[in-house]
């Protein structure tokens, strides 16, 4: 049996796991989110979300190869907010 950690403590793997709710914030943001504000958003540093950009694991729009001036589709970044809680 395996056991997995959820916000309101241990569960076994037949249950499903507690969803976390968006933060009511989000609604308030614009549609494109600037590096700055992802990383508040996330409570991570600027340069950990360049790495989850760069990694691939975050997506994001650029105008050209660099990620100056590159932005976050907030819809995109709920869905993958919600892929990394689950």
């Known amino acids: 049996m395996v056991?997995?950690?959820?916000?309101?403590?241990?569960?076994?793997?037949?249950?499903?796991?507690?969803?976390i709710p968006l933060p009511l914030e989000l609604s308030n943001l614009p549609k494109f989110l600037k590096i700055s504000e992802v990383s508040d958003l996330l409570r991570v540093s600027k340069q950990t979300v360049c790495q989850l950009i760069n990694d691939g694991r975050l997506p994001v729009v650029k105008a050209?190869?660099?990620?100056?001036?590159?932005?976050?589709?907030?819809?995109?970044l709920i869905e993958?907010?919600?892929g990394e809680t689950q």
């Open 3 to 19: 056991v997995q950690r959820t916000a309101s403590g241990p569960q076994s793997s037949s249950a499903q796991p507690r969803k």
């Open 64 to 76: 050209g190869r660099s990620l100056r001036g590159a932005r976050v589709v907030k819809c995109q």
């Open 80 to 82: 993958w907010m919600k």
